[in-house]
């Protein structure tokens, strides 16, 4: 499609819908959705347990990008990915509001996991609340921690073109003003 960017990276808080908006702008135009948590993340059981060193997932993402000519990638890469910054032709910045993306958080956890799981005495507790406690950070939080205040010092410095994206909006709208803006 015209117009579309091969390249495209989006960026946001945990629980903002940056995996969502991915997935329907790779499947509407035939981009490869990416996520940043499979090239951070070593597989585990369960998941999200051990961080794989950031050379390796460079190296996972420059290969993944040059099989891929055109994708779409979702998560956040500050800092560890700097080197990938000359890549990315849009990047789209979704700021969605603290209990919205704490409620979707809480329901996404729910499904993976399994209530009693994450309920107090399950396994996964402990994790599920340090979780929504450093989600819940992230308007408030330094620029050391993944953080509004780290991507907004990120998006100042990019050299592509930067979409911001604000409130709870549903993916076509989304979508709609990405090619609106």
Do not use: N
């Not at 005495?121 to 050391?144: I, N, S």
């Amino acid at each position: 499609m015209m117009g579309v960017p091969d390249r495209i990276h989006i960026v946001g808080a945990s629980g903002s819908g940056t995996t969502s908006l991915a997935a329907e702008l790779a499947g509407r135009y035939g981009h490869r959705h990416l996520d940043t948590d499979d090239f951070y993340w070593r597989r585990t059981d369960p998941p999200f347990r051990e961080k794989r060193p950031p050379e390796e997932r460079l190296a996972s993402l420059r290969t993944t990008f040059q099989e891929a000519k055109r994708w779409v990638l979702a998560g956040s890469l500050c800092g560890w990915g700097d080197p990938l910054i000359p890549e990315f032709e849009l990047v789209v910045f979704l700021l969605v509001p603290t209990p919205v993306r704490l409620a979707r958080l809480r329901a996404r956890e729910i499904e993976r996991y399994g209530r009693q799981a994450i309920a107090p005495g399950g396994a996964l507790h402990e994790a599920h609340v340090e979780f929504l406690e450093w989600a819940g950070r992230y308007d408030t939080g330094d620029p050391e921690m993944r953080s509004r205040a780290m991507h907004e010092a990120w998006l100042a410095a990019l050299p592509c073109s930067v979409v911001r994206l604000e409130g709870d909006v549903s993916i076509v709208e989304q979508r709609e003003r990405i090619w609106a803006g």
